[in-house]
């Protein structure tokens, strides 16, 4: 059986609780165990909440900002700009970048899968507040719902969601266990 290497949670009722699911006989089951029920079920957009939950913070990013690469069609230019933010910060998770990242989101409008990498970017760490103020975190579940966002909003644009966000979960699955690199 594979285990999710790259995942700190040791038991799926950690993440569970992140995103304000009720309590489950399964809450001591590994993460990887109750993705792949949620798969199992049919329940592929909970499998990617649960999956945005359970990556850490860089290979949440990463794994959002590959998925939108590989479904989205030719962006707004603002999305396009901020899609490259992402990708520019995950070459260098530098804090100029994730607040370059932030700017360019801050310009576009609107739900778009790039604009939600972008954000991702920005809630990944580091103080959320200007760098002019005391440093505010930022809430702990917030990165992990703008990927899940991402990939779910880029997977329905698509025009073949239960495709493309089937191919979605198995590049977290690969990140998650450690088969794939979140590195670019």
Not at 58 to 77: G, I, K, N
Not at 81 to 89: D, H, I, Q, S, Y
Request: aromatic share 6%; net charge negative.
């Amino acid at each position: 059986m594979r285990r999710w290497k790259q995942v700190k949670w040791a038991e799926a009722g950690q993440v569970s609780a992140i995103l304000g699911w009720p309590k489950s006989n399964h809450d001591a089951d590994p993460p990887e165990t109750v993705f792949d029920r949620l798969i199992e079920e049919g329940r592929e957009d909970d499998a990617a909440l649960f999956l945005g939950q359970a990556l850490p913070r860089f290979e949440a990013v990463a794994w959002a900002a590959r998925t939108v690469q590989e479904l989205s069609l030719t962006p707004r230019a603002q999305d396009a700009e901020a899609l490259k933010a992402t990708l520019l910060w995950l070459q260098d998770p530098s804090d100029g970048r994730r607040r370059a990242a932030f700017a360019i989101a801050e310009q576009s409008r609107g739900a778009s899968p790039q604009r939600q990498c972008a954000l991702a970017v920005f809630f990944s760490g580091g103080s959320i507040a200007s760098v002019d103020v005391e440093p505010v975190l930022p809430p702990k579940d917030t990165v992990g719902a703008f990927a899940a966002g991402a990939v779910l909003t880029a997977a329905t644009e698509s025009g073949r969601h239960a495709e493309s966000l089937r191919s979605a979960l198995a590049l977290g699955d690969a990140l998650a266990s450690g088969r794939e690199t979140a590195r670019p």
